[in-house]
């Protein structure tokens, strides 16, 4: 008699966040048993995976600190570990250079030092971003474009990243990098500019505010769908041999181009809305980035499968249902 193989199991950083959700949601249709490192704190926020209660095990960690980070391994044994977890906002980083760094940049390396000593066989995933190719040195930026980051945000995960190949190529850990381009959803944070939008078309629309104050509305962005993307992070950890990839719509709109969409989907037109206010520029703007997703494509056989102006419908239509709820 043969004893049945156990679950895959999945350690997930950032369980929390966005993208955190998603994959969470993810794995378990898959079939997996999903653990979320969260923060010790007197009062966790969790809305994003409240609907998963009870089907995901919170285990307390902190990138800070490497001896919480080998305890949440041994405890929750993954075969898949997925380092979500970063001071994400790019303007903060700014405000708070060195936190990003300790979390964004040196917790990764806690991780990648706690995994190699805890947990050796588990695969590795680490989030990465475009923000890394910063002043970009081609269009469109693939694998092999330099790095050239505009802020501290950039200049940290430029160094995780590395981190990451360095335990690859020093340990023979299976740990490799997505190097994500923007992705949204209705989970997305407030503070960030689609989500900004997404919210301010909803209260124009409810007469609940008149004006929308944004910065740069020249900066072109890939933006794709987290949900799609997520499907990339694990088909990566799928993979016979590690490799980092550009993972990407390959298309770049304007945050204009969001406004109109965002906007429109409610019947309105931005330009009667929205004003820039230089407080909401940055120090050092990145001016356009967009994606070559070849790589992900041919070898992973991934591709985006939710359009622009149905992700900018999606979440501007979202938050006009909350906002509607809400006044009730």
């Known amino acids: 008699m043969t004893n ?6 999945a350690l997930i950083t950032g369980i929390t966040g966005q993208d955190g959700s998603y994959l969470a949601e993810f794995l378990l249709e898959r079939g997996y ?13 969790l809305d994003r995976i409240e609907h998963l209660e009870g089907r995901v095990q919170l285990v307390r960690g902190d990138l800070h600190d490497q001896s919480s ?21 790019v303007p903060t ?4 250079p060195v936190l990003t760094a300790e979390v964004t940049a040196v917790g990764v390396t806690r991780m990648l030092e706690a995994l190699r000593q805890v947990a050796p066989e588990a695969r590795f995933y680490q989030a990465s971003t475009s923000e890394m190719f910063g002043k970009v040195r081609e269009t469109p930026q693939r694998e092999t474009t330099p790095f050239h980051p505009r802020s501290p945000y950039g200049v940290a995960k430029v160094f995780a990243h590395w981190a990451t190949v360095n335990y690859r190529e020093a340990h023979g850990v299976f740990a490799c990098s997505g190097i994500l381009f923007n992705h949204e959803s209705p989970r997305r944070g407030a503070e960030f500019v689609t989500m900004k939008i997404a919210r301010g078309a909803a209260r124009i629309k409810l007469g609940l505010q008149q004006e929308l104050a944004l910065g740069n509305l020249d900066a072109r962005r890939d933006w794709g769908h987290a949900a799609d993307f997520v499907r990339a992070m694990w088909l990566m950890l ?3 041999e590690p490799r980092d990839y550009v993972i990407a719509t390959g298309e770049t709109h304007s945050v204009r181009d969001f406004c109109r969409a965002a906007f429109g989907s409610l019947g309105l037109d931005f330009e009667d809305h929205v004003v820039v206010d230089p407080r909401f520029l940055r120090p050092a703007e990145v001016d ?16 985006p499968e939710v359009r ?12 006009l249902r909350r906002l509607a709820d809400t006044a009730r």
């Open 69 to 89: 980070l080998v305890r949440a391994l041994a405890e929750s044994q993954p075969d898949e570990v997925y380092n979500l977890a970063a001071q994400s906002f």
């Open 4 to 9: 049945a193989p156990r679950e895959r199991r």
């Open 288 to 303: 356009q980035l967009v994606g070559d997703p070849t790589r992900a494509r041919e070898e992973l056989g991934w591709t």
């Open 33 to 45: 048993q999903v653990a979320g490192l969260v923060r010790r704190s007197s009062s966790p926020r």
């Open 93 to 96: 980083s700014f405000e708070e």
């Open 238 to 240: 799928q993979r016979d």
């Open 308 to 319: 622009f102006e149905d992700l900018v419908a999606e979440m501007t239509e979202s938050e």
